[in-house]
């Protein structure tokens, strides 16, 4: 199991994108998908609250 974040992909008008909403235990095989609007990564060091900003 790894630990994953999971931050909203657009803003949501009071949350920006990039927004850390949780952060889960995933096994990254098992069927399990995020709710629409949000994305996840592979994480450990990012907590609820802070802006993820994916790599470009």
Known sequence: ????????IVA???QPAGYVVNAV????????MPPSG???????????GDIYTPAS
């Open 38 to 48: 949000m994305g996840i990564v592979q994480n450990s060091t990012l907590n609820i």
């Open 1 to 8: 199991m790894e630990r994953y974040v999971v931050y909203r």
């Open 25 to 32: 235990l995933w096994d990254g095989k098992s069927a399990w």
């Open 12 to 14: 949501d008008g009071t």
